[in-house]
């Protein structure tokens, strides 16, 4: 069953300035996909439009089926429902993504309640669980601001308030890049562990392939806001197709070998 589909997706500035153009792909239920590039490739506008998140100023064209809702022209009241109960997203920096005047308990409790429709104890327990699903102590972190819990936590409750609605479908958008390389390696196992647990969707995006070939198998590759190559992670790393993806592989061999020296 296909719970993402993306045909010929455009996305510009009110100026008419592309930002992605022409794109497709679909994501069947289960299904994980990573969508690779450089900073400025596309990639965060697409799973911006993915959702209906673009900001003022950007213009999508094209379609975008969400658990077979069109998501591009719609109104606003037919996107709630979807964000959170189909699909949710974990962004880069989660202390700009969390509010920072809310306690973590209280951003978790309500999408919880919201689609899930839980209340009182029944709605306490729930967020108990989500944040120990996460490796977080429930009677500090539910009661502290954003600000009062280090890079990893916050990525962490992040993850929790995510996931507490139950999504089909989790968009993680370069949730490691801003920690640091061991809370990273901690937070794409447990993402990775709970995708597997929960049989969810995954849209990974990053700008590493190393990180992506340990979160999916199949990776979209994007260049200036272009789809230029898609296919298996092994088929990919060992015989790009696409100048652009060969340079990527090339990039990150190289790195891999910088640090393998140090």
Same mark, same amino acid.
């Given at each position: 069953?296909?719970?993402?589909?993306?045909?010929s997706?455009?996305?510009?500035?009110?100026a008419?300035?592309?930002?992605?153009?022409?794109?497709?792909f679909?994501?069947?239920?289960?299904?994980?996909?990573?969508l690779i590039?450089?900073? #400025?490739?596309?990639?965060?506008?697409?799973?911006?439009?993915?959702?209906?998140?673009?900001?003022? #100023?950007?213009?999508?064209?094209?379609?975008?089926?969400?658990?077979g809702?069109?998501?591009?022209?719609?109104?606003e009241?037919?996107?709630v429902?979807?964000?959170?109960?189909?699909?949710?997203?974990?962004?880069?920096e989660?202390?700009?993504?969390?509010d920072?005047?809310?306690?973590?308990?209280?951003?978790?409790?309500?999408?919880?309640?919201?689609?899930?429709?839980?209340? #009182?104890?029944?709605?306490?327990?729930?967020?108990?669980?989500?944040?120990?699903?996460v490796?977080?102590?429930?009677?500090?972190?539910a009661?502290?601001?954003?600000?009062?819990?280090s890079?990893?936590?916050?990525?962490?409750?992040?993850?929790?308030?995510?996931?507490?609605?139950?999504?089909?479908?989790?968009?993680?958008?370069?949730?490691?890049?801003?920690?640091?390389?061991?809370?990273?390696?901690?937070?794409?196992?447990?993402?990775?562990?709970?995708?597997?647990?929960?049989?969810?969707?995954?849209?990974?995006?990053?700008?590493?392939?190393?990180?992506?070939?340990?979160m999916?198998?199949?990776?979209?590759?994007?260049?200036?806001?272009?789809?230029?190559?898609?296919?298996s992670?092994?088929?990919?790393?060992?015989?790009?197709?696409?100048?652009?993806?060969?340079?990527l592989v090339?990039?990150?061999?190289a790195?891999?070998?910088?640090?393998?020296?140090?």
């Amino acid at each position: 069953m296909t719970l993402l589909s993306v045909t010929s997706l455009g996305v510009q500035t009110a100026a008419g300035r592309p930002l992605v153009s022409d794109l497709s792909f679909e994501l069947a239920a289960g299904a994980r996909l990573g969508l690779i590039g450089e900073s #400025g490739s596309g990639k965060s506008v697409t799973s911006l439009a993915v959702t209906g998140l673009l900001g003022a #100023g950007l213009v999508a064209t094209g379609s975008v089926h969400l658990d077979g809702v069109e998501v591009v022209g719609a109104a606003e009241r037919a996107l709630v429902p979807l964000r959170g109960r189909v699909a949710s997203v974990v962004f880069q920096e989660p202390l700009t993504a969390l509010d920072p005047l809310m306690r973590i308990g209280r951003q978790l409790a309500e999408p919880i309640a919201r689609h899930r429709g839980l209340r #009182g104890a029944a709605l306490r327990a729930a967020v108990a669980e989500a944040l120990d699903e996460v490796s977080l102590d429930e009677k500090r972190i539910a009661r502290a601001y954003p600000h009062e819990i280090s890079g990893g936590q916050r990525q962490r409750a992040a993850i929790a308030i995510a996931l507490g609605s139950r999504p089909r479908l989790l968009i993680a958008d370069e949730p490691t890049t801003a920690l640091d390389v061991t809370v990273q390696a901690q937070i794409l196992r447990l993402l990775d562990d709970l995708v597997d647990a929960r049989g969810m969707a995954l849209l990974f995006i990053s700008h590493d392939l190393a990180v992506v070939s340990a979160m999916t198998r199949e990776v979209l590759v994007m260049s200036s806001g272009v789809a230029v190559e898609r296919g298996s992670i092994e088929r990919v790393l060992s015989a790009p197709a696409d100048p652009y993806t060969a340079q990527l592989v090339r990039s990150a061999r190289a790195l891999d070998g910088m640090l393998g020296e140090r």
